[in-house]
């Protein structure tokens, strides 16, 4: 490699760890790096050469880096062809899934990761990923959402798999479709506590004015005493999204007050105590930065 590329390769790792640990971003202020964070501007031609870099730690950061020219046509199918590459090293190829949950309105995008989820023999995280990378997809593109629903219901066999899909309409709950599917777990299929959790987390958005509350309200209260501790404890938390209502509020008081599991006590003090950035996190809704910037929920994962 050219000695010039050397030097942008190393900005170029420096530049993606400042933006997924944003804690290190400090360290680079008094650095030559700091230009090329802030003002330097990848060429098409030097992101290819860098996405084919011998070095696979410089191909990785290459790929969290392209995340900035995403929507361009040229750099989408670069990364699409990133996430394509078997030969290519599986968390390069989970960054590259990562990267294109972006371009919502590509695709080309989605029909490769819906590839990547139905063909081969590929690393279950990167179908994992894949799967999440649908969820912005998914709120507005009606194949996308149709895509997971199929998986969750009866096309998809791989648990961890599955409970992705369900991950991914955590953004499309307000629809119809999903949310009726994601209650039907909830009330009727033989699920394992695990994806019982994940489903209550993806239907945090639904609970205010629909009928999604009182089923979790019932898991939350839990007056037969049937339910997991596991699946219990999202939803007494994803009753902050409701605690105004004052039947709920009664509820996480009790909770708070008078169980006997500490760890519950303490949800039901986060859902009355409304720490919207803990709740955020917790059901990955994303959050915005002071700035008014989103951070996506997928940057987590």
């Known amino acids: 490699m050219k000695k010039t590329n050397i030097t942008l390769a190393a900005g170029l790792m420096l530049l993606a760890a400042s933006h ?17 964070a802030k003002s330097r501007q990848l060429t098409e031609a030097e992101l290819r050469d860098l996405l084919r870099d011998p070095a696979p730690e410089v191909r990785k950061a290459a790929v969290r880096a392209s995340r900035r020219y995403i929507l361009a046509n040229g750099t989408s199918e670069l990364v699409i062809a990133v996430l394509k ?34 063909f081969g023999d590929q690393p279950g995280e990167l179908r994992v990923m894949a799967y999440k990378a649908l ?10 959402q149709d895509f997971l629903v199929a998986a969750v219901r009866r096309e998809e066999r791989d648990a961890a798999a599955r409970r992705a899909a369900i991950w991914a309409l955590w953004g499309s709950v307000t629809d ?27 239907l945090y958005r639904a609970l205010p004015g629909s009928d999604v509350k009182d089923l979790v309200f019932d898991i939350a209260r839990d007056r037969s005493g049937s339910q997991p501790k ?38 039901a ?9 803990r709740i955020q996190e917790y059901f990955h809704l994303g959050f915005r930065t002071q700035n008014q910037g989103f951070i996506s929920p997928i940057e987590t994962e």
């Not at 009726?180 to 993806?202: N, P, Q, R, V, W």
């Not at 004052?246 to 949800?267: K, N, P």
């Not at 003090?269 to 950035?277: K, N, V, Y």
Request: hydrophobic share 40%; with cysteine; charged share 30%.
């Open 20 to 36: 997924y640990a944003p804690a290190c971003a400090a360290d680079l202020e008094n650095t030559s790096v700091t230009w090329f």
């Open 85 to 118: 590459n078997a030969g290519e090293r599986a968390d390069i190829r989970v960054e590259a899934a990562r990267v294109l949950s972006y371009p919502r309105s590509n695709s080309r995008a989605q029909d490769a990761l819906q590839d990547v989820i139905r």
């Open 135 to 144: 969820w912005d997809a998914a709120g507005v593109n009606s194949r996308c």
């Open 176 to 202: 119809p479709g999903p949310r009726e599917m994601l209650k039907d777990l909830l009330k009727y299929g033989d699920e394992d506590e695990e994806t019982k959790a994940e489903t209550i987390k993806s």
């Open 230 to 267: 596991a699946v219990r404890l999202p939803a007494i938390l994803a009753l902050a999204a409701v605690s105004h209502d004052q039947r709920v509020r009664d509820v996480l008081e009790e909770i708070a007050e008078r169980s006997s599991d500490q760890d519950l006590r303490l949800a």
């Open 269 to 277: 003090i986060e859902a009355l105590s409304q720490d919207m950035r």
